[in-house]
């Protein structure tokens, strides 16, 4: 197993959101506190930047082109080539809250919640365009992951006793990301036995998923908000995004 520095130091306050397109062979991911909506291209290495005007935390590539993004408490179409921007739906319009993670289903359908503290909701955007609300009395919704059938979604480890965090299910295993560890960790869910963990050098993971042609990397994003002087010291790298190859497993394309 190796663990590299892929982008150093990208993020100044919370990376998050990972996903990979398959079609682009491209890391998209974002800065949620600065509103950023990072674009790293296997490639060139290049990491291109987009930053808006409030809180951005998804973003999901859309089939016909441009991104499902999270703007504030809206979700939108952008279009990285025009910069247009298009609002699509908004939620709790007027309340201090704002969208947090979010992921397609197989469907197409986008899943995301609002985040306030045991008063957030389940919300999904649905193909045509409407957008539905399915649970009530969340905090931070995080880490939404479909089971191999489809049927079951699994969200906010937090919840069910599990560290808070991203969480991956490739080949019947979890790979899971909790935000104040320094390492994302490998179990299966049945034993809750642990099988591997990836140490990395920051002190706030956030969030991972896999990616590259053969999906057998693992792209892991990490925080700077909230790193103490002392965590500074120790893991310089906070905000940086890593890659952990070698693992022995790799994950599917993301809906």
């Known amino acids: 197993m ?19 397109d398959e079609r682009t062979q491209q890391l998209l991911y974002v800065d949620i506190n600065e509103g950023c ?24 590539p859309c089939r016909k082109g441009g991104y499902l993004v999270s703007v504030g408490q ?10 247009k921007l298009t609002t699509l739906g908004t939620v709790d319009e007027g309340k201090d809250t704002r969208i947090n993670d979010g992921k397609c289903d197989p469907s197409g359908r986008l ?9 957030g909701s389940l919300f999904s955007l649905e193909t045509d365009g409407t957008i539905r609300k399915h649970k009530e009395g969340v905090s931070i919704s995080n880490g939404l992951a ?15 006793g599990f560290p808070d965090g991203m969480t991956i299910d490739t080949e019947g295993k979890l790979w899971v990301a909790g935000f104040f560890s320094s390492s994302v960790m490998r179990y299966d869910p049945e034993t809750g036995k642990e099988l591997s963990r990836v140490p990395i050098p920051a002190a706030h993971c956030t969030s991972c998923c896999f990616g590259g042609k ?17 965590e500074k010291e120790k893991t310089p790298l906070a905000g940086s995004v890593f890659r952990a190859t070698g693992l022995g497993a790799r994950g599917k394309p993301a809906p």
């Open 37 to 60: 909506f990072h674009r790293w291209t296997a490639a060139t290495g290049v990491d291109e930047v987009y930053k808006f005007d409030k809180y951005c935390t998804l973003v999901v």
């Open 214 to 230: 053969n999906f057998d990397e693992l792209f892991i994003t990490c925080s700077a908000f909230g790193v103490t002087d002392e």
């Open 146 to 160: 479909w089971t191999e059938d489809n049927r079951t979604i699994m969200e906010n480890f937090k919840t069910h």
């Open 111 to 119: 899943w995301f919640a609002k985040v306030e503290k045991h008063m």
């Open 2 to 20: 190796q663990v590299e520095t892929l982008i150093e130091k990208s993020c100044t306050s919370i990376g998050e959101g990972p996903h990979w």
């Open 74 to 83: 809206s979700i939108c179409h952008f279009d990285w080539d025009t910069k």
